[in-house]
């Protein structure tokens, strides 16, 4: 897929030492399946394509050093970076970091991501929120981790896929109603006797029952915007964007 080099800005009002963005699809020299700036090393894409796209990312944002690549498992496990960016993939669903220059990365096609900011600019998160990580409580997993009053931070909901194409089957729903019978809300009937998830709702209630309620964000499909984002859902195979958030030096 041609095209320059593109990401999305979160629009929120985080201090200006929070950095943070999302990758698009463009911009870099995978080939289909992955066209064309896939950032994943796990989904069979050429090793060399995955590490000049990664590069070209890294000059784009200048960022700091080389993020931390996650190994996500769909779970609720929390990394602290602390002098870890050379660590090797480590295997959670969410980091955070209170240190200048480690940058936290969170892999995504079609799944949630919700970055985390202290209104200080003491403390930064992002997590990877599907609707199993949803489920499993991974958003409270990174509150907790962040060691910050709730209502002291910042939260900003990704692209993710929309509930026009989010189908799932009635397990999913009752993972949700088990713990909170508001969420029903997040779940319309389809016609197969299925049911139209909407993550972006499901994650907003669930910040708001942490006391999270400066949420931004959202709104967004991944599956309806092929030019701008990759889906599992839509195709299958693909690549992945990421989504990025760091901290730079204290002025």
Known sequence: MPGELEVLRPDWPAPPRVRA?????TGGVSRPPFESLNLAAHVGDDPQAVAENRARVRRALELPREPVWLTQVHGIEVVTLAGSSDAHAPTADAAITREAGEV??????????????ARTGSVVGAAH???RGLAGGVLEATVRALETEPRELLAWLGPAIGPEHFEVGPEV???FLERDPRAERAFVPNSRGRWQCDLYALARARLDALGVTATYGGGWCTFADPQRFFSFRRTGRCGRMTALIWLEAAS
């Open 21 to 25: 963005a999302v990758t698009l699809r």
């Open 104 to 117: 936290c990365a969170i892999g995504i096609a079609d799944c949630l991501p919700v970055l985390f900011a």
């Open 129 to 131: 929120a599907g609707w």
């Open 173 to 175: 729903r009752a993972a």
